[in-house]
Protein backbone atom coordinates (compact mmCIF):
# COMPACT_ATOMS: atom_id res chain seq x y z
CA UNK A 1 0.00 0.00 0.00
CA UNK A 2 1.36 3.31 -0.97
CA UNK A 3 1.50 5.69 1.47
CA UNK A 4 1.06 8.65 -0.68
CA UNK A 5 -1.47 8.54 -3.24
CA UNK A 6 -1.54 10.62 -6.33
CA UNK A 7 -3.82 10.59 -8.91
CA UNK A 8 -4.22 10.86 -11.53
CA UNK A 9 -2.01 8.08 -12.95
CA UNK A 10 -1.63 9.84 -16.40
CA UNK A 11 -2.61 12.80 -17.89
CA UNK A 12 -2.34 13.54 -21.26
CA UNK A 13 -3.80 17.13 -22.45
CA UNK A 14 -2.91 20.32 -25.68
CA UNK A 15 -0.77 22.78 -24.89
CA UNK A 16 -2.32 26.01 -23.27
CA UNK A 17 -4.68 23.81 -21.15
CA UNK A 18 -4.90 24.01 -17.51
CA UNK A 19 -4.73 21.06 -14.99
CA UNK A 20 -4.48 19.80 -11.09
CA UNK A 21 -2.82 16.56 -9.98
CA UNK A 22 -3.50 15.41 -6.57
CA UNK A 23 -1.01 13.62 -3.52
CA UNK A 24 -3.50 12.10 -0.56
CA UNK A 25 -2.44 10.56 2.31
CA UNK A 26 -4.02 9.14 5.71
CA UNK A 27 -1.32 10.10 7.27
CA UNK A 28 -0.29 13.47 8.46
CA UNK A 29 3.31 14.89 7.01
CA UNK A 30 5.65 17.85 8.43
CA UNK A 31 6.24 18.82 5.16
CA UNK A 32 5.55 17.88 1.09
CA UNK A 33 7.65 18.07 -1.42
CA UNK A 34 6.99 17.98 -5.44
CA UNK A 35 9.25 16.44 -8.07
CA UNK A 36 9.88 16.47 -11.71
CA UNK A 37 11.81 13.60 -13.22
CA UNK A 38 12.25 13.57 -17.33
CA UNK A 39 13.11 10.05 -18.70
CA UNK A 40 16.48 9.21 -18.10
CA UNK A 41 16.73 11.66 -15.70
CA UNK A 42 16.53 11.81 -11.77
CA UNK A 43 13.82 13.45 -9.94
CA UNK A 44 14.48 17.57 -9.95
CA UNK A 45 12.82 19.26 -6.69
CA UNK A 46 10.20 21.83 -7.72
CA UNK A 47 9.16 22.89 -4.18
CA UNK A 48 8.54 22.27 -0.56
CA UNK A 49 5.20 23.31 1.37
CA UNK A 50 5.65 23.03 5.12
CA UNK A 51 2.69 25.04 6.68
CA UNK A 52 -1.18 23.79 6.62
CA UNK A 53 -2.95 25.47 3.70
CA UNK A 54 0.47 27.01 2.40
CA UNK A 55 0.34 28.21 -1.21
CA UNK A 56 3.17 28.71 -2.85
CA UNK A 57 3.56 29.83 -6.60
CA UNK A 58 6.18 28.62 -9.33
CA UNK A 59 5.58 30.61 -12.18
CA UNK A 60 2.46 28.72 -13.38
CA UNK A 61 2.48 26.30 -11.14
CA UNK A 62 0.59 26.87 -8.11
CA UNK A 63 1.08 24.10 -5.06
CA UNK A 64 -1.19 23.91 -2.20
CA UNK A 65 -0.72 21.87 1.32
CA UNK A 66 -4.02 20.63 2.57
CA UNK A 67 -4.61 22.00 6.06
CA UNK A 68 -4.78 18.65 7.62
CA UNK A 69 -0.90 18.31 6.40
CA UNK A 70 -3.00 15.19 4.40
CA UNK A 71 -2.89 16.37 0.90
CA UNK A 72 -1.13 18.58 -1.82
CA UNK A 73 -2.11 19.24 -5.27
CA UNK A 74 -0.11 20.43 -8.26
CA UNK A 75 -1.89 23.04 -10.55
CA UNK A 76 -0.91 24.09 -13.78
CA UNK A 77 -1.90 26.97 -16.00
CA UNK A 78 -1.75 26.83 -19.45
CA UNK A 79 0.58 23.96 -20.00
CA UNK A 80 3.04 23.68 -22.30
CA UNK A 81 5.22 21.12 -24.31
CA UNK A 82 8.06 21.56 -21.70
CA UNK A 83 6.06 20.90 -18.62
CA UNK A 84 5.85 17.00 -19.74
CA UNK A 85 7.11 14.61 -17.28
CA UNK A 86 6.37 13.03 -14.06
CA UNK A 87 5.15 14.46 -11.31
CA UNK A 88 6.11 13.01 -7.65
CA UNK A 89 4.91 14.14 -4.16
CA UNK A 90 7.03 12.65 -1.74
CA UNK A 91 6.83 13.40 2.54
CA UNK A 92 9.23 12.29 5.15
CA UNK A 93 8.71 9.78 7.59
CA UNK A 94 12.28 8.99 9.82
CA UNK A 95 14.98 8.62 7.92
CA UNK A 96 13.15 8.59 4.64
CA UNK A 97 11.58 10.29 1.38
CA UNK A 98 8.37 8.18 0.81
CA UNK A 99 7.71 9.33 -2.66
CA UNK A 100 3.83 8.76 -4.70
CA UNK A 101 3.79 6.97 -7.60
CA UNK A 102 3.42 9.87 -9.96
CA UNK A 103 1.22 11.18 -12.05
CA UNK A 104 2.93 11.03 -15.88
CA UNK A 105 1.91 14.34 -17.26
CA UNK A 106 2.25 14.68 -21.80
CA UNK A 107 1.45 18.35 -22.77
CA UNK A 108 0.95 18.20 -27.01
CA UNK A 109 1.86 21.08 -28.79
CA UNK B 1 30.94 18.24 -11.39
CA UNK B 2 28.36 20.57 -10.08
CA UNK B 3 26.08 17.78 -10.08
CA UNK B 4 25.41 14.27 -8.56
CA UNK B 5 27.21 11.43 -11.00
CA UNK B 6 26.19 8.16 -11.01
CA UNK B 7 28.22 4.95 -12.91
CA UNK B 8 27.86 3.10 -15.27
CA UNK B 9 24.15 4.53 -16.34
CA UNK B 10 23.06 1.48 -17.91
CA UNK B 11 23.94 -2.14 -16.70
CA UNK B 12 22.90 -5.54 -18.07
CA UNK B 13 23.63 -8.67 -15.92
CA UNK B 14 22.72 -11.99 -16.15
CA UNK B 15 20.83 -13.85 -13.20
CA UNK B 16 23.60 -14.99 -10.56
CA UNK B 17 26.20 -12.66 -11.31
CA UNK B 18 27.05 -9.82 -9.21
CA UNK B 19 26.97 -6.17 -9.87
CA UNK B 20 28.40 -2.45 -8.44
CA UNK B 21 26.85 0.90 -8.97
CA UNK B 22 28.94 4.12 -7.98
CA UNK B 23 27.37 7.24 -6.96
CA UNK B 24 29.54 10.50 -6.52
CA UNK B 25 27.81 13.15 -4.73
CA UNK B 26 28.27 17.05 -4.40
CA UNK B 27 31.11 17.53 -2.78
CA UNK B 28 31.18 18.72 0.75
CA UNK B 29 27.43 16.84 1.22
CA UNK B 30 27.10 14.71 4.40
CA UNK B 31 24.08 13.17 3.39
CA UNK B 32 23.63 10.17 1.33
CA UNK B 33 20.86 8.19 -0.41
CA UNK B 34 19.81 5.50 -2.37
CA UNK B 35 16.84 4.49 -4.03
CA UNK B 36 15.01 1.86 -5.86
CA UNK B 37 12.17 2.98 -8.59
CA UNK B 38 10.64 0.09 -10.62
CA UNK B 39 8.98 1.11 -13.93
CA UNK B 40 5.95 2.69 -13.78
CA UNK B 41 6.97 3.88 -9.67
CA UNK B 42 7.91 6.40 -7.69
CA UNK B 43 11.62 5.82 -6.04
CA UNK B 44 11.76 3.53 -2.80
CA UNK B 45 14.28 4.17 -0.28
CA UNK B 46 16.61 1.73 0.34
CA UNK B 47 19.68 3.19 2.94
CA UNK B 48 21.09 6.45 4.28
CA UNK B 49 24.47 7.90 5.38
CA UNK B 50 25.37 10.26 6.89
CA UNK B 51 29.21 11.00 6.39
CA UNK B 52 30.31 7.66 6.44
CA UNK B 53 28.01 6.17 8.69
CA UNK B 54 25.24 3.92 7.44
CA UNK B 55 22.33 4.54 9.50
CA UNK B 56 19.76 3.29 8.20
CA UNK B 57 19.72 0.46 5.80
CA UNK B 58 15.65 -0.44 6.34
CA UNK B 59 14.88 -0.23 3.03
CA UNK B 60 17.32 -2.72 1.50
CA UNK B 61 15.48 -5.66 -0.05
CA UNK B 62 17.33 -8.75 1.05
CA UNK B 63 21.03 -9.50 2.20
CA UNK B 64 21.88 -9.60 -1.30
CA UNK B 65 22.05 -6.04 -1.23
CA UNK B 66 24.95 -4.08 0.41
CA UNK B 67 25.99 -0.67 0.39
CA UNK B 68 29.39 1.23 2.03
CA UNK B 69 30.79 5.00 2.01
CA UNK B 70 34.22 4.43 3.18
CA UNK B 71 35.22 7.83 3.39
CA UNK B 72 32.18 9.81 3.81
CA UNK B 73 32.22 11.02 -0.28
CA UNK B 74 31.97 8.02 -2.90
CA UNK B 75 28.84 5.12 -2.37
CA UNK B 76 28.68 1.70 -3.62
CA UNK B 77 25.68 -0.07 -4.39
CA UNK B 78 26.49 -4.11 -4.25
CA UNK B 79 23.87 -6.27 -5.45
CA UNK B 80 24.96 -10.17 -5.56
CA UNK B 81 23.41 -12.68 -7.53
CA UNK B 82 21.70 -10.79 -9.21
CA UNK B 83 17.33 -12.02 -10.26
CA UNK B 84 15.39 -10.85 -12.55
CA UNK B 85 13.49 -8.94 -9.91
CA UNK B 86 16.51 -7.03 -9.44
CA UNK B 87 16.24 -5.14 -12.36
CA UNK B 88 15.29 -1.30 -11.46
CA UNK B 89 16.97 1.85 -11.67
CA UNK B 90 18.62 2.81 -9.20
CA UNK B 91 19.16 6.40 -7.74
CA UNK B 92 21.19 7.87 -5.85
CA UNK B 93 20.51 11.25 -4.08
CA UNK B 94 22.74 13.52 -1.76
CA UNK B 95 21.98 16.65 0.65
CA UNK B 96 24.18 19.22 2.03
CA UNK B 97 22.74 18.98 5.73
CA UNK B 98 21.81 15.99 8.57
CA UNK B 99 18.00 16.55 7.01
CA UNK B 100 16.33 14.88 4.53
CA UNK B 101 15.03 17.80 2.55
CA UNK B 102 16.56 19.46 0.15
CA UNK B 103 17.87 16.04 -1.80
CA UNK B 104 19.71 16.49 -5.22
CA UNK B 105 19.47 13.48 -7.44
CA UNK B 106 21.78 11.86 -9.90
CA UNK B 107 20.24 10.34 -13.37
CA UNK B 108 20.24 6.86 -11.79
CA UNK B 109 21.55 3.63 -13.46
CA UNK B 110 19.32 1.44 -15.31
CA UNK B 111 19.95 -2.35 -14.33
CA UNK B 112 18.85 -4.85 -15.96
CA UNK B 113 18.75 -8.58 -15.28
CA UNK B 114 18.46 -11.21 -17.77
Known amino acids: TQLLEQSPQFLSIQEGENLTVYCNSSSVFSSLQWYRQEPGEGPVLLVTVVTGGEVKKLKRLTFQFGDARK ?3 LHITAAQPGDTGLYLCAGPSGNDMRFGAGTRLTVKP | GAGVSQSPRYKVAKRGQDVALRCDPISGHVSLFWYQQALGQGPEFLTYFQNE ?16 RPEGSVSTLKIQRTQQEDSAVYLCASSLGLAIYEQYFGPGTRLTVT
Open chain 1, 71 to 73: DSS
Open chain 2, 53 to 68: AQLDKSGLPSDRFFAE
